[in-house]
Antibody, heavy 121, light 107 residues
């Protein structure tokens, strides 16, 4: 079955750009009708949706983060990526990638294990 | 932006029924999804499209959605059900929205 794995630096300096990649295994990122999403969770807090991408390249972002977020997809590598610019300590969180169904009728049924990113000098 | 409101905590004795609510303006017109998250783990989808269960989710988990409230119901609660639960919807203005989460404690 499809599995997701996040990767990237665990420590990012303030004002720099956070970059993470999610690798899809067990299936093609291009098959089926899905979107691919990033979600984050600060320690002890709830889930915050960051944004999503379809394999067509179409994206949607959380309005509160939109000015700093870019999500891209590389179908040849079966990966999608997150870039979050001008980070501060408030961006310290566990970052998850997830697969969602291409309709409001479906939730996010496959999640990565999460990767912790700390913003600190 | 669209807001989903969940109670911070719900407590229930083993074998009893737990109900976790998710409030939102006319949420009955939207599809609601529920996730279970145990400490140190990624969320798991337990209910989608208001009341459907993904394969592998016990029948003890059920959902409903009407008016301004969606409800996740867990019957015959077990110690292993202790977790945080999040509701989620799509919204035309905010796109994907999560509730604040509810900590389920099994007494």
């Amino acid at each position: 079955q499809v599995q997701l794995q996040e990767s990237g630096p665990g420590l990012v300096k303030p004002s720099q750009t956070l970059s993470l990649t999610c690798t899809v295994s067990g299936g093609s990122i291009s098959s089926g009708s899905y979107y691919w999403s990033w979600i984050r969770q600060p320690a002890g807090k709830g889930l915050e949706w960051i944004g999503r991408i379809y394999t067509s390249g179409s994206t949607n972002y959380n309005p509160s983060l939109k000015s700093r977020v870019t999500i891209s997809v590389d179908t040849s590598k079966n990966q999608f990526s997150l870039k979050l610019s001008s980070v501060t300590a408030a961006d310290t969180a566990v970052y998850y990638c997830a697969r969602g169904g291409d309709s409001s009728s479906y939730g996010m049924d496959v999640w990565g294990q999460g990767t912790t990113v700390t913003v600190s000098s | 932006s669209y807001v989903l409101t969940q109670p911070p905590s719900v407590s229930v004795a083993p074998g009893k029924t737990a109900r976790i609510t998710c409030g939102g303006n006319n949420i009955g017109s939207k599809s609601v999804h529920w996730y279970q998250q145990k400490p140190g783990q990624a969320p798991v989808l337990v209910i989608y499209y208001d009341s459907d269960r993904p394969s592998g989710i016990p029948e003890r988990f059920s959902g409903s959605n009407s008016g301004n409230t969606a409800t996740l119901t867990i019957s015959r609660v077990e110690a292993g059900d202790e977790a945080d639960y999040y509701c989620q919807v799509w919204d035309s203005s905010s796109d994907v929205v999560f509730g604040g989460g509810t900590k389920l404690t099994v007494l």
